[in-house]
C-alpha cells in the first residue's frame, strides 16, 4: 500500500497513484474501460471512493485542503486525456514529442508549482488561502 511506505514522498505517492491508472490502461484495457465508462454501477461507484481517499489526502498535503479535489479533479482529466489519446493511437511522440508518461510527469510537477502560489496568496492574504487559487489568467487580469 503506498500510504504504508514512509520512505516515499508525497509527490511520488501520488504520481505512483496516477501511473497505475496508466498501467490499467496499457495492461488491462479492458478493465479500464469497465471500470471508467459511463454509467459507472454501485460497485464500481464505490471502489472509486475508496481510492479517492487516499488521492485526495496526499493532494491535500501537497496543495491544501481547500484545493485538493480541485487539482485532483485536473490531475485525473490530464491522466485519462493521455491514456484516451494513446489508447487511439493520437499520442505519438514523431506528433507530440512527448507521451503518456511524460505528461504525467507535467501535470504532476505542476503541483509544486501550484503549492508555491498558495504559499504566496497565504503570505499576502492569509483570510483567503482557503479560496479557490486564481488562474494563471485571472492573475493576468489582475494586473
Known sequence: MLG?????STRDKVRAML??????AR?????YRLMHRPPAGPEV??????????????LSDLVCDAQAHRFG?????GVHGAIGMEA???LTRDKWKTDADEIL???VGLLELARQRLE???????EEVSQPAASPEQETDRG
Open 4 to 8: 504504508a511506505d514512509p520512505d516515499m
Open 120 to 126: 504566496r496568496q497565504k503570505a499576502a492574504k492569509p
Open 27 to 31: 495492461e488491462r484495457p479492458h478493465l
Open 88 to 90: 487511439s493511437g493520437q
Open 19 to 24: 501511473a497505475g491508472m496508466l498501467a490499467t
Open 105 to 107: 510527469d507535467t501535470l
Open 45 to 58: 461507484l464505490q471502489a472509486a471512493g475508496r481510492s479517492q481517499g487516499p488521492f485526495v489526502a496526499a
Open 73 to 77: 479533479a485536473v490531475l485525473l482529466s
